[in-house]
């Protein structure tokens, strides 16, 4: 319960924050709070139950797959946000095109900052990216910011994999990715 009051005060303090970012704030915020109305979905088996049902199948996956780039893009369709991203269900494929990248390796590409409903990727285990998520807050002042993700551990208890707000640092992300709110 405490942990989804602080994800509730985060949330506030993202449409407080977020007011007069971009024209795309309307966009950004219902990316944000579509992500929230998952938290806490849970994964039973491998990759299988309510994320199955909710992210993959409706895409024209089977249970089983990895999810974390569906669970985005059924985010950005039920918020009605065009992301133009082929191949979502792969996490690579939301770092295309280039242009839209605004953060790589720690520093800030033509000095853009991460906003809320910008979308992380990680490298976790291997040479190339293997995991998406969508920024919910990145404080300037911090080495962290705040992500919502699917086919993610739950911070609380790490054996449950689900859709989760997590912290992560700034240096655990390898790129954040642009969507164009403005279509």
Known sequence: MAFRHRVLC???????????????????????????????????????????RLFMVPYGYQAGTMWCGLFVNHVFM???????????????????????????????ISNRRPMSGDVALFRFGGKRIDHVEIVISWPEETNYFWVIGG????????????????QRLKSQSLIVNRIDYFN
């Open 151 to 166: 086919n993610t551990s739950n911070p609380s208890n790490p054996k449950q994999e689900g859709v989760y707000a997590k």
């Open 10 to 52: 985060l949330l506030l303090f993202v449409c407080v924050s977020a007011h007069g970012q971009s024209n795309g704030v309307g966009k950004r915020l219902a990316v944000i709070q579509s992500a929230q109305r998952y938290v806490g979905t849970r994964e039973t088996g491998h990759n299988g139950g309510e994320p199955a």
């Open 78 to 108: 039920v918020s009605n946000v065009q992301h133009g991203v082929k191949g979502a269900a792969l996490a690579a494929n939301w770092s295309i095109p280039k242009k839209a990248i605004i953060y790589r390796w720690g520093v800030a």
